[in-house]
């Protein structure tokens, strides 16, 4: 599961800068040799328990550290003592084991219903059993029988769970199948749920149902995790179950429809419905459970003799291989290095519109948001994105599909990998220094997070199982992945994870597994590992000074561990860590070290004092960090430190300094090897300097990375200089990427508007995201009546994250005309638009925050009345919203 849109709304609000803590860690790690292909594979064809002889493995409680304070001076008040346990939230308990489902459906587009037939086969797991219970969500009941039988089964409902009663009592030998008729009604409910990572729990969607919107395709999918999928089918939903399926899925023949396991045959009806008929021999979690149904184009590819199709809307159909980048490579690459070969019998990627989160890695049919559906040219910006979470999804079936989590307090067994194969994938394809940029990303959205505190990462005490979907269980737990591989080496991590992936394929785990896993391979105790990352709250806050004593000839390193022990943060961490020794000339001698004490000094011979020391050499700790440098050091760490994070911390270091050092380094950032250097360079870079102005030229014109061109073309506009009018124009060809041709226009704008405003002109007929918003962002810096149409017409189309910039272009733009009439005009449209429970929440979003700022704009210029109508509009709007995110969201909004 890849979740954006959350990201998306808070980034509106958040200061960029404030992600980064001063000398904050960031991560690292070593290339590794492919291991051997694993060998063919034997499962119970239930992926369960085997009955009979063979023994089952054991798993193995953590142990609880405790802290006492050994002296106390003054014994304080025993606080209040709980008269209950914590929450706890156990893992489900089986009564039967689900063993294969199959259903039958076909769909009522005018009531949003879907008409199933489900045949379950299961058998009590361990206890004799004369009643069986489903999930089963907001269902009209048709009819309840065993299969072959015309009794009807007695039963109870209580619209979220069926129970059966089977009329004798089976074993945990015998079989049984029931048939379940059923209709589906998944907006017809009083409530709706859902969290931030997924944004509603309704688990089948019907989209545009009614053909009302015309530049909407009309789609079916569904969205089961997190327990949603028994709004369109009974089961036991539940990650720790697992069953084989068929789906038998009639619809109208000019539909494609997808869903897990293989198409084995497709159907034409009397009546112009078709059936396919898609099934799915090997076992998987009810959750994993998909289908979409839609106009698709499908673009056929092949890996290892496996079907690789891509699902796109026909006018993407040429760019189906871009959106989906390097799909077979990645297939390859994985299963080399985890020496386990693609367990699936096929692999699909679908696009649907929208979409209630970021992507989810069905099994064998991964269902991606329309974010990533762009043509060549938009993707020129953003290929990336759509690499890391192609990667990512794929990765899940590993990791979450083939070896799942036992429960959401386990989520990170999941989502932690899928995180992380985006640093491996980003190292093979592009090297470690792009892999380090990524994870530093990742431990800054982590590390923002805990500002409003922190849970353990495996955490049996969640509030709401949605809550696990959060930077603690992405972002800490790749994170935790690469402290692992460092702690253990390449070969060790990868030949634990085929070991993990071998002992407990096609069922469930829990973090003791994995830890087992790692002690098997490596033959090292790893509870201390597991117990402060996996089971424990937090991260080191670390506070580091170095000093060199010429009398004894010794170099110094002192580490402070500064975090609040509070909420199981630990006191102190145990942490080991290389620190590297240079000398004058940039040669460095590594030395190993392990902090075990809350503050904790170390020597090291040094005859000469040294032009560096630099702890935490291998940047693999998770871990906020203050490095007592001087500048001079931090300028030799730019230049000899081996790593990107080496060379970014010191940037950091000197990004706001004014001095003459300081200077000298942004000036040599702007010839960094890394993209992320220059770019950040290019935007601090001093244009009064023509030396420097060459730079950017040069950057403007060759540098091979979209968002360093655009950089360097807003540091030149700033310079108002009609003589780079050419450079602008090269910005602006047909092969730029939209963000050079945003930058170009912008910067042209601010030497000779007129000549910006002509270029305009001749791309205003364009419909690309990219050049709309290049466009409004020139014409609401220029704001003309004339302009008011062409804002008009775009209004009713950005949708997606697009909508959050264009709408805030468009209210510059009518703040600019001063037009009493027009804004009245303007606010009652974002009304209907906040209103309209039929538009997306992407378009309802930026609607209402549009009313917010004209809001702040009135109150500021002193139109309190004006200030206050839009207030209780606001006020209005949240009331009204049926969406709990949007309504949490629009909270922000309460006053100016």
Same mark, same amino acid.
């Given at each position: 599961?890849?979740?954006?849109?959350?990201? =998306?709304?808070?980034?509106?609000?958040?200061?960029? #800068?404030?992600?980064?803590?001063?000398? &904050?860690?960031?991560?690292?790690?070593?290339? =590794?040799?492919?291991?051997?292909?694993?060998?063919?594979?034997? +499962?119970?064809?239930? *992926?369960?328990?085997?009955?009979?002889?063979?023994? !089952?493995?054991?798993?193995?409680?953590? @142990?609880?550290?405790?802290?006492?304070?050994?002296?106390?001076?003054?014994?304080?008040?025993?606080?209040?003592?709980?008269?209950?346990?914590?929450?706890?939230?156990?893992?489900?308990?089986?009564?039967?084991?689900?063993?294969?489902?199959?259903?039958?459906?076909?769909?009522?587009?005018?009531?949003?219903? &879907?008409?199933?037939?489900?045949?379950?086969?299961?058998?009590?797991?361990?206890?004799?059993?004369?009643?069986?219970?489903?999930?089963?969500?907001?269902?009209?009941?048709?009819?309840?029988?065993?299969?072959?039988?015309?009794?009807? !089964?007695?039963?109870?409902?209580?619209?979220?769970?069926?129970?059966?009663?089977?009329?004798?009592?089976?074993?945990?030998?015998?079989?049984?199948?029931?048939?379940?008729?059923? /209709? &589906?009604?998944?907006?017809?409910?009083?409530?709706?749920?859902?969290?931030? =990572?997924?944004?509603?729990?309704?688990? !089948?969607?019907?989209?545009?149902?009614?053909?009302?919107?015309?530049?909407?395709?009309? #789609?079916? +999918?569904?969205?089961?995790?997190?327990?949603?999928?028994?709004?369109?089918? @009974?089961?036991?939903?539940?990650?720790?179950?697992?069953?084989?399926?068929?789906?038998?899925? /009639?619809?109208?023949?000019?539909?494609?429809?997808?869903?897990?396991?293989?198409?084995?045959?497709?159907?034409?009806?009397?009546?112009?419905?078709?059936?396919?008929? +898609?099934?799915?021999?090997?076992?998987?979690? @009810?959750?994993?459970?998909?289908?979409?149904? *839609?106009?698709?184009?499908?673009?056929?590819?092949? +890996?290892?003799?496996?079907?690789?199709?891509?699902?796109?809307?026909?006018?993407?159909?040429?760019? =189906?291989?871009?959106?989906? @980048?390097?799909?077979?490579?990645?297939?390859?690459f994985f299963s080399n290095k985890l020496g386990y070969a693609f367990p699936w019998p096929k692999y699909s990627q679908v696009v649907v519109r929208d979409y209630v989160s970021g992507a989810m890695e069905n099994t064998t049919a991964t269902i991606f948001g329309e974010f990533i559906q762009l043509d060549k040219r938009s993707l020129l910006d953003n290929h990336l994105t759509n690499e890391k979470v192609v990667a990512h999804e794929m990765f899940h079936h590993w990791f979450g599909d083939l070896v799942t989590t036992e429960s959401w307090s386990n989520l990170t067994l999941n989502e932690g990998f899928a995180n992380y194969s985006e640093y491996l994938w980003l190292e093979h394809k592009y090297g470690r220094e792009e892999a380090d940029f990524h994870e530093l990303n990742e431990r800054q959205g982590y590390i923002y997070s805990t500002q409003g505190g922190g849970h353990p990462l495996i955490d049996f005490g969640y509030e709401n199982r949605e809550n696990m979907f959060d930077a603690h269980s992405y972002n800490k737990g790749g994170a935790i992945l690469h402290m692992l591989r460092t702690q253990v080496g390449d070969d060790a991590f990868f030949t634990a994870l085929n070991r993990y992936l071998k002992k407990n394929e096609y069922t469930d785990v829990e973090a003791h597994e994995l830890r087992l896993a790692f002690e098997d391979v490596s033959g090292q105790d790893l509870n201390w590992f597991f117990n402060q990352w996996f089971f424990n709250t937090g991260h080191p806050n670390l506070d580091i000074s170095y000093d060199w004593d010429e009398a004894s000839q010794k170099a110094s390193v002192t580490i402070a561990q500064k975090q609040e022990p509070a909420n199981g943060v630990p006191y102190i961490f145990e942490l080991p860590l290389k620190v590297d020794i240079y000398d004058a000339s940039g040669k460095a001698r590594r030395e190993a070290i392990r902090l075990t004490k809350r503050s904790q000094t170390f020597m090291f011979d040094a005859p000469v004092k040294p032009a560096l020391i630099n702890a935490d050499a291998e940047k693999a700790l998770l871990a906020v960090k203050a490095d007592q440098h001087s500048p001079e050091e931090w300028a030799f760490l730019y230049h000899h430190g081996p790593l990107f994070q080496d060379r970014l911390e010191a940037y950091d270091f000197f990004q706001d300094k004014s001095t003459p050092l300081a200077a000298q380094i942004r000036t040599e950032a702007l010839q960094d090897k890394h993209w992320a250097l220059r770019q950040a360079a290019a935007g601090k870079a001093d244009v009064s300097k023509p030396e420097v102005q060459a730079a950017l030229v040069k950057l403007a014109e060759s540098d091979p990375e979209p968002g360093v061109r655009a950089a360097a073309i807003e540091a030149l506009g700033e310079t108002a200089d009609k003589k780079y009018a050419p450079v602008y124009e090269k910005g602006m060809a047909p092969d730029q990427p939209y963000s050079v041709l945003s930058a170009a226009l912008d910067a042209l704008s601010k030497s000779d508007p007129v000549a910006a405003i002509a270029a305009a002109k001749n791309l205003e007929n364009d419909e690309n995201e990219g050049i709309v918003l290049a466009l409004a962002d020139l014409y609401a810096a220029n704001a003309t009546p004339g302009l008011l149409p062409w804002f008009q017409k775009h209004a009713g189309k950005m949708d997606n994250m697009a909508a959050f910039k264009y709408y805030d272009l468009f209210t510059q733009f009518l703040i600019g005309l001063e037009d009493p009439a027009v804004l009245d005009q303007s606010i009652s449209g974002f009304q209907a638009t906040s209103l309209n429970l039929n538009t997306s929440l992407w378009r309802r979003f930026s609607n209402t925050k549009a009313i917010a700022d004209l809001r702040n704009y009135f109150a500021q210029s002193g139109d309190q009345a004006r200030a206050t109508q839009l207030t209780q509009m606001l006020a209005d709007i949240r009331e009204q919203e049926p969406d709990a995110t949007l309504k949490m969201y629009y909270g922000m909004f309460n006053q100016p």
């Open positions: 599961m890849k979740n954006l849109l959350p990201l =998306a709304v808070l980034a509106l609000f958040l200061f960029t #800068q404030a992600c980064t803590p001063k000398a &904050a860690d960031k991560t690292v790690a070593s290339p =590794a040799a492919p291991t051997p292909p694993a060998q063919p594979v034997e +499962w119970d064809t239930i *992926g369960k328990p085997l009955l009979g002889d063979k023994e !089952l493995d054991t798993k193995e409680d953590a @142990p609880v550290e405790y802290q006492f304070l050994e002296e106390a001076v003054v014994k304080p008040e025993a606080e209040a003592r709980p008269d209950s346990l914590p929450r706890y939230n156990a893992s489900h308990t089986f009564e039967h084991d689900l063993i294969h489902t199959k259903l039958e459906l076909s769909f009522d587009w005018a009531k949003k219903r &879907a008409n199933g037939r489900a045949t379950l086969t299961l058998r009590p797991w361990f206890y004799p059993a004369s009643q069986l219970t489903l999930d089963a969500k907001n269902f009209d009941i048709h009819s309840v029988r065993f299969e072959g039988k015309t009794d009807t !089964l007695a039963y109870r409902y209580d619209n979220a769970q069926l129970v059966i009663q089977l009329g004798k009592t089976f074993t945990r030998t015998e079989e049984f199948k029931v048939v379940i008729v059923y /209709t &589906a009604k998944p907006d017809e409910r009083t409530s709706f749920g859902g969290s931030a =990572a997924i944004t509603s729990d309704k688990g !089948l969607y019907f989209i545009n149902a009614d053909g009302s919107e015309p530049d909407k395709p009309r #789609q079916i +999918w569904t969205q089961g995790e997190t327990e949603s999928n028994s709004f369109w089918f @009974p089961t036991v939903d539940k990650p720790n179950e697992r069953c084989t399926q068929e789906m038998y899925i /009639t619809v109208e023949d000019k539909y494609k429809t997808l869903s897990n396991g293989v198409l084995i045959s497709s159907k034409k009806n009397a009546d112009g419905t078709r059936t396919d008929y +898609w099934k799915m021999d090997k076992p998987h979690a @009810p959750y994993l459970f998909m289908m979409a149904v *839609g106009e698709y184009a499908i673009v056929r590819d092949k +890996w290892r003799g496996i079907p690789v199709d891509y699902y796109v809307e026909p006018k993407y159909e040429q760019y =189906a291989r871009d959106i989906y @980048p390097y799909t077979t490579e990645m297939l390859e």
